[in-house]
């Protein structure tokens, strides 16, 4: 057969990312449920410092209108948005991150170097830490209720800023721990 006439295929490798990342999150469910009362623990831990925080502002606003100038609903909604950008870093980029270092020590980053996937994606995205899913479900409660005794009219480009500025804030986050860890 003449080799002018074989049809041109790709031989590249493309992996789909969606795939392995949910991969991923299904071992992290697996390694939680495996563990299931430090999961709940963690969760039960998580909902008590929520209402630690929420008590302490509830105690000190009972008795001034406001700090400097954040008035109690307005403090609540820039709580809710520091926990909600901490919560997705330490859902998916913290337990990786905390791993780096270990990697490096034991010379597995070389095995992860030689993978066919992006190795920044490899080592960002490998575990997942599904407790902290529920700080964000928190945060989003917290939200809802303070935009709700604000005035303040939400609308969709305020909301697509609002949540442009979450992912920047996310994005420099995990660039601040990449380049110290």
Not at 84 to 104: D, G, K, Q, R
Not at 116 to 144: C, H, R, Y
Not at 151 to 176: C, K, M, N, P
């Amino acid at each position: 057969m003449n080799h002018e006439q074989l049809p041109e295929t790709d031989h590249t490798f493309r992996p789909n990312y969606f795939r392995v990342w949910s991969t991923f999150f299904r071992n992290s469910l697996v390694r939680e449920m495996t563990f299931r009362a430090n999961f709940l623990i963690t969760l039960v831990t998580r909902a008590f410092w929520l209402s630690a925080q929420l008590l302490l502002f509830e105690v000190i606003y009972s008795h001034v209108d406001a700090i400097g100038d954040w008035t109690r609903y307005e403090y609540f909604a820039f709580m809710a948005t520091g926990m909600l950008v901490n919560a997705i870093v330490e859902t998916f980029f913290m337990p990786n991150c905390a791993n780096f270092s270990e990697l490096i020590r034991t010379g597995d980053l070389d095995f992860a170097l030689l993978k066919p996937i992006d190795t920044q994606f490899l080592v960002s995205f490998e575990k997942v830490n599904l407790p902290m899913l529920v700080q964000v479900v928190l945060a989003g409660i917290l939200m809802w209720y303070s935009l709700a005794h604000l005035d303040v009219t939400v609308t969709a480009g305020r909301v697509l800023t609002y949540f442009i500025l979450i992912a920047v804030a996310v994005a420099f986050f995990y660039s601040l721990m990449i380049a110290l860890a």
